[in-house]
Nanobody, 121 residues
Framework: QVQLVESGGGLVQAGGSLRLSCAAAGSIFRINAMDWYRQAPGKQRELVAV???????NYADSVKGRFTISRDNAKNTVYLQMNSLKAEDTAVYYCNADVISDPFRSQRNYWGQGTQVTISS
């Protein structure tokens, strides 16, 4: 079994920064893509940033130039650095990963529990 544990959410003023972390733990053979999603009240969950296991990151247009996704494969951890935060960035942020786990080496998609990010204007 694999778990994704997020941290780093909180309350910050508009224009400020936050850094989210998501650590994967369990019987992990390899992690392919690691992504961040968010869901604002009354809205559908949306993709924020994607970090493939190899290759370039991709971002939603709404966060380009402000957010940066990165990962530390040795720690099975993905980060989301969020700068120049706006009130519309307020949401629950979720980590998502495609994990190949031991012992059967099967790939499965996992979600974290979510971390609240609130931006005050």
């Amino acid at each position: 079994q694999v778990q994704l544990v997020e941290s780093g959410g909180g309350l910050v003023q508009a224009g400020g920064s936050l850094r989210l972390s998501c650590a994967a733990a369990g019987s992990i053979f390899r992690i392919n893509a690691m992504d961040w999603y968010r869901q604002a009240p009354g809205k559908q969950r949306e993709l924020v940033a994607v970090m493939p296991s190899g290759g370039s990151a991709n971002y939603a247009d709404s966060v380009k130039g402000r957010f940066t996704i990165s990962r530390d494969n040795a720690k099975n951890t993905v980060y989301l650095q969020m700068n120049s935060l706006k009130a519309e960035d307020t949401a629950v942020y979720y980590c998502n990963a495609d994990v190949i786990s031991d012992p059967f080496r099967s790939q499965r998609n996992y979600w974290g529990q979510g971390t609240q990010v609130t931006i005050s204007s």
